[in-house]
């Protein structure tokens, strides 16, 4: 099992680190280098770990586990006008970025109104191409509970909704987990107050996902998602100069590829794996709903009888 970990430190002989992961049979998800400073996000071999650390603080840096590496999170507003605050929604995600995730913003076209708000069908399959869908929710709670009685319906993921009043989880209807103290606030989180809450919300969508980490544990994928991107970026050239951000998007289950999946799914699912088995047979490779891009989730041990 691969334990999602990040590590922060100098630049100075961090290629070090690099290569003992991968010796490891780990994977190197995401390298950010800042003048002198690198974070790495990386997935390790949980038995693996005590050899991480030593070789961290030899190099003086910090690893950390980070739970909501190699996801990708949907940050849902009710709309995208001002009295919905896309500031909060904007700080959210990017606070969640910096804490190892990938997350999108879905603003709704029908998601204003307790009684009339309603997901169309196009924003119900892209919120679903996601791990964890987060609901940025306002200050009443009576609108967040009517709300939430129709507003996920045919989501299939986990669900994080937040809001002003401080409510239990179990008194939001079809919600995964609730997070309060978020609701309309008219200025970017900055205060310490705020940020704590966010680190909460943090701690609360690292639980979920650890959670989903547990249900794909009993029925492992054929292929580990980290083996799909390797994979990808050997055989496909023209990933190597894509200018969208993370042109490979790790999710639990699969991965995004930002191409057109007209012109590259037949490439992709013909890439033959060193055990001699192609993509198409142990995973699916389907259009996505955002901009056409192609996503890929790997079958699960079950349907293939085996996994590489």
Known sequence: ML????????????????????????????????????????????????????????????????????????????????????????DVAEFLRKQGAKTNMVGL??????????????????????????????????????????????IEIPIVVTGAPELKTEDVPNATAYVGSFGRILHHLRHAEELRTLDKLAQVIGKVLDDVRVEIAKDPPSVAPPRIKKEIEENIAEIIDNLHPLPITLQMNGVRVKLPYEEYHEQIENIKFVEGVTMKEVARVLPSKMRNFILIKALPKSETGFSI
């Open 109 to 154: 076209a029908r998601g204003v109104g307790k009684r009339i708000c309603q997901l169309t069908a196009f924003e119900r399959d892209l919120i679903n191409e996601h791990d964890v869908a987060v609901f940025i929710l306002g200050n009443y709670e009576h609108c967040i509970i009517e709300k939430s009685k129709k507003l996920y319906e045919g």
């Open 3 to 90: 334990e999602p970990m990040m590590y922060v430190g100098g630049a100075y002989k961090h290629s070090q680190l690099i290569e003992l992961v991968e010796d490891l049979g780990g994977y190197i998800l995401q390298k950010n280098i800042m003048q002198s400073e690198v974070v790495l996000l990386m997935l390790v071999p949980i038995n693996d770990i005590p050899m991480v650390e030593t070789k961290s603080k030899e190099l003086l840096g910090k690893l950390t586990r980070a739970p909501l590496t190699g996801s990708e999170i949907a940050t849902v507003a009710p709309t995208l006008a001002y009295h919905h605050l896309p500031h909060l929604d904007c």
